[in-house]
C-alpha cells in the first residue's frame, strides 16, 4: 500500500467535524455490529460472522439516523454512507484490530486501533443466555440480552437479534458513560444478501492522504459526539 502524509490543503474540510460521522460512540456500535455475532456463535473465530454478506444498514444514535450500505466477509467489514453530501467509508479489519477512516472527496483516510474494542466486545460476559425467537427483516433470529460493563466504566446494555448464520440482524440498547451520560443506539439491517464479496473492499485505498491515529481523537471529540 503506498500512502502519503496529507498537505495542510486537504485538511479543513476533513477535519471540520460536521463532516465526520464518527463519534465515539458510533465507533463502538458499529465495532459491536462487528462482533457481537461471534459472542453468540462461540464455535467460530471471534469476529467471523460466518458468512458473506451486503445489507443495507440503518443506524440511529442519539435520534440521528445514518443510513448506508454494509458489506461484510468473515474478520472484515465495510460500512459506506453519504453524510452532508460527503461520501464516508470505514472499514473494520478484526484480525489487524484496524479501523480505516476514508473520505474519497478528499483521497484522505485515517487509520486507527480498534484491538480495545475487539477484546471488550469479545468478552463472553457480553451476552446473556437468549430471551426468545423473532422474525426480522424475514429472517428468523434469537434475541439476546447485552449487559457489559467496559474497562473505562462505560456501559453497553440493550438487546441484539442474531441470526443462525450470526448475521446481526437488529440491534437496541444504550451506551452509558461513566459520568451517567446515556446515548440510545439502534440499527437495524433489510435486504440481506448473502454472497462472496469482493476482497478489495476492505483494504484501505491506494494513493490517499494518510492522517496519523492521532488525529482521531480530535474529531470524534466535535460536533455529534
Not at 465495510?78 to 479501523?99: C, K, P, Y
Not at 474494542?117 to 437468549?130: I, Q, S, T
Amino acid at each position: 500500500m503506498t500512502d502519503t502524509a496529507a498537505p495542510p490543503s486537504s485538511w479543513p474540510d476533513l477535519c471540520r467535524p460536521s463532516t465526520w460521522f464518527f463519534s465515539k460512540t458510533v465507533v463502538l456500535t458499529i465495532v459491536a455490529i462487528l462482533l457481537i455475532a461471534p459472542t453468540a456463535a462461540r464455535a467460530r473465530a471471534l469476529g467471523d460472522s460466518g458468512v458473506a454478506y451486503s445489507a443495507d444498514r440503518a443506524l440511529r444514535v442519539n435520534g440521528q439516523r445514518f443510513d448506508g450500505v454494509l458489506y461484510a466477509t468473515p474478520g472484515f467489514q465495510r460500512h459506506e454512507q453519504i453524510m452532508s453530501g460527503i461520501s464516508q467509508v470505514a472499514i473494520f479489519d478484526l484480525a489487524a484490530g484496524r479501523g480505516y477512516y476514508i473520505v474519497p472527496s478528499v483521497r484522505t483516510y485515517i487509520d486507527f486501533p480498534i484491538d480495545i474494542a475487539v477484546r471488550e466486545l469479545g468478552m463472553p460476559d457480553v451476552l446473556a443466555a437468549p430471551v426468545g425467537t423473532e422474525r426480522q427483516g424475514g429472517v428468523v433470529t434469537t434475541k439476546y440480552r447485552v449487559d457489559h460493563r467496559t474497562s473505562d466504566g462505560a456501559q453497553v446494555v440493550g438487546f441484539v437479534w442474531l441470526a443462525a448464520s450470526g448475521i446481526p440482524m437488529r440491534g437496541e440498547g444504550a451506551v452509558i458513560e461513566a459520568n451517567g451520560k446515556r446515548t440510545p443506539v439502534t440499527w437495524t439491517l433489510s435486504n440481506v444478501h448473502v454472497a462472496p464479496q469482493d476482497p478489495g473492499l476492505f483494504q484501505p485505498p491506494q494513493g490517499f492522504y494518510r492522517l496519523p491515529a492521532a488525529a482521531l481523537p480530535g474529531i470524534l471529540g466535535g460536533a455529534g459526539n
